[in-house]
């Protein structure tokens, strides 16, 4: 059985030994063996006026504020990775709510590539005492979100306002850990 020729009329290449209808393998299973790539839950938390609670991050000059939150580690779920970090980095305790938006990064030289789930955590009472994880943090703030391009990265400016305009939608979906031993096919 001889190659088709190219739709170009040249001959086959005779050092390319791909056949066209052959179904290529890669070299490792992508579903039980995949890529890293983080994972980051981020805490949406606003106060009554509906002011958005941001960090100021100690290691950063420019527009040095972000949302608390962080990346999961080893088999952490997004959930318990956002429990963990915004208790970390503030001390108060979360209970996550609904998926308001998924921001998918790129890899940089900084950073590898990453989805980060931004996630309902309502609204901080009035009394709420911080406790900011000195060494990474030195403040927090309700920033209003007609301000925010002042104080965020233009990347966690669009996540937040995105989320927001969800929240006012009344959308959002739920974060789903695992499953249930017998609803896992054999």
């Known amino acids: ?21 052959e179904v290529v393998e890669v070299e490792r299973d992508q579903f ?14 606003r106060n009554a006026t509906g002011s958005v609670l941001l ?18 580690v ?11 970090k915004v208790r970390e980095e503030t001390g108060l305790l979360v209970v996550p709510g609904l998926v308001l938006a998924v921001h998918w990064m790129t890899a940089s030289p900084k950073t590898a590539e990453g989805i980060n789930l931004l996630i309902d955590c309502g609204e901080v009472a009035q009394d709420a005492k911080l406790r900011l994880k000195s060494d990474e943090f030195d403040a927090h703030a309700y920033v ?4 925010l391009a002042l104080h965020v990265q233009p990347h966690t400016a669009m996540r937040i306002l995105s989320a927001l305009r969800t929240l006012e939608a009344g959308g959002g979906v739920p974060l789903l850990e695992s499953a249930p031993p017998d609803a896992v096919p054999v």
Do not use: I, Y
């Open 74 to 84: 080893g088999n952490e779920s997004p959930a318990d990775a956002l429990r963990r």
């Open 144 to 147: 209003p979100p007609e301000e």
């Open 1 to 21: 059985m001889t190659s088709p020729e190219p739709e170009t009329g040249q001959a086959p290449d005779p050092d390319d030994d791909h056949h066209p209808d």
């Open 55 to 72: 960090l100021r991050k100690r290691d950063r000059e420019r527009q040095p504020w972000s949302l608390p939150g962080g990346c999961a």
């Open 32 to 45: 039980t063996d995949p890529d890293g790539r983080r994972v980051g839950a981020l805490a949406l938390f």
